[in-house]
């Protein structure tokens, strides 16, 4: 993983929670990305580690001369609200180079629409492949169906209006509100089911031909998935890219719970033996204690903290980010495994 320092451009406030930062590329050197793809940003906290977390661009390479994420303050977040309210144009972060399999590929010559669905901050990524796919795709429509709580907590509300305006009868875009002003005579409610099913029945959504990019809660990940099922929307025509990654804490098939577990991890020459506690991940008791493995993501999504479990058993929260064949030959991603035996040992190359 590649990691270098960019300097901040502009800070740009989007909503009361939400700010654009947008980065100078390297002087000699373009940063190469897709749209979709994350940087993932470490800043120092007071007791002088660093901590680090992944942000969607939110810029497109197409169309942006800058790079440029965006970031929702979450509570009691560390970095989000670092980003939110200690950076000024100038300064310089340290980042891990663009990554990410969600990402929009341009076709020659397609005929397909671009369908999109999101949430919250979820946006980011999924404004990134609008503003691609309607730059470098002359022939396809884009749908976005994008859910917030209320009208001043929509991000980029104007630069979506733009677009429509730029790119009339191209770009369509449904708003939906869960506690709008008395004012709003929009949709209301949240993505679900039967209101998504709706507007891609309005849209003209072609369940076998169209593309969909999905980024928002697990919640209504998980409602639109239904719809694909019910739809027998081919796999390899939805991508989603999830912010969290999920926490199973039920038992396994096979009646094993999540238990304190001593572990060993090898990585870079040396042996780490330590606990890992019911709710930590191995990443997470890895980094409370100060042992220094490799990661980006921490949602299981980048496989930057890939390693091979060679003694006792791993349960996975999320296991998108592997192969069947490589979960068949004992790759685990860290940062979302729990032990489920004594004993188990992880090797990092
Ligand atoms: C691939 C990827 C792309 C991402 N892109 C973006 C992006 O473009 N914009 C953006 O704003 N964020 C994005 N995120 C989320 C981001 O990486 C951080 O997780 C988020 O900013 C919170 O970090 P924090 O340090 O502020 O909070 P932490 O200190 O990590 O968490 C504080 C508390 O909030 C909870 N929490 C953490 N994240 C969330 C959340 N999203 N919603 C609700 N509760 C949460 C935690 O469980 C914890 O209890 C992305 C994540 C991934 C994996
Ligand atoms: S850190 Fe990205 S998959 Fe684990």
Redesign the pocket.
């Given at each position: 993983m590649k990691s270098f320092f960019l300097q901040v451009k502009e800070v740009i406030k989007e909503t009361s929670d939400t700010v654009s930062l947008s980065f100078w590329h390297p002087i000699n050197e373009q940063i190469k990305y897709k749209a979709g793809q994350f940087i993932t940003i470490s800043v120092p906290t007071q007791d002088g580690k660093k901590v680090k977390r992944?942000y969607s661009m939110s810029s497109s390479p197409a169309s942006d001369t800058a790079v440029i994420v965006t970031v929702k303050r979450v509570a009691n977040g560390i970095v989000s609200n670092y980003l939110n309210d200690h950076v000024n144009a100038g300064d310089f972060l340290e980042i891990i180079e663009p990554m990410g399999t969600f990402h929009f590929e341009t076709e020659e010559n397609p005929n397909r629409n671009i369908i999109l669905i999101g949430a919250g901050s979820g946006i980011t990524p999924l404004i990134s492949i609008a503003k691609t796919a309607l730059k470098t795709e002359a022939d396809t429509q884009v749908k976005l169906i994008y859910g917030n709580r209320n009208e001043e907590s929509i991000i980029f509300k104007k630069a979506i209006e733009e677009l429509e305006g730029q790119y009339a009868g191209r770009f369509i875009v449904q708003h939906i509100l869960s506690q709008p002003s008395s004012t709003w005579v929009g949709e209301k409610g949240r993505i679900n089911q039967a209101n998504t099913t709706l507007w891609f029945k309005e849209v003209g959504v072609d369940f076998k031909k169209d593309h969909f990019y999905m980024c928002g809660p697990e919640e209504m990940m998980d409602q639109v998935k239904l719809i694909f099922d019910l739809y027998d929307v081919p796999k390899d025509h939805v991508n989603y890219e999830r912010f969290n990654a999920p926490m199973i804490d039920e038992p396994t098939e096979a009646g094993e719970e999540l238990k304190k577990q001593t572990i060993t991890v090898k990585y870079d020459g040396e042996t780490h033996t330590f606990d890992v506690l019911p709710h930590q991940t191995v990443?997470e008791a890895a980094l409370e204690l100060d042992i220094d493995l490799p990661?980006?993501?921490?949602?299981?999504?980048?496989?930057?903290?890939?390693g091979k479990c060679v003694e006792g058993k791993i349960r996975m929260d999320e296991e998108e980010?592997l192969t069947d064949k490589e979960i068949a030959q004992g790759y685990v991603?860290?940062?979302?495994s729990h032990p489920m035996t004594e004993g188990v040992v992880i090797e990092i190359d």
């Open positions: 992944s990443l990661y980006s993501c921490q949602a299981g999504m980048c496989t930057a903290c890939l980010g991603l860290t940062c979302v």
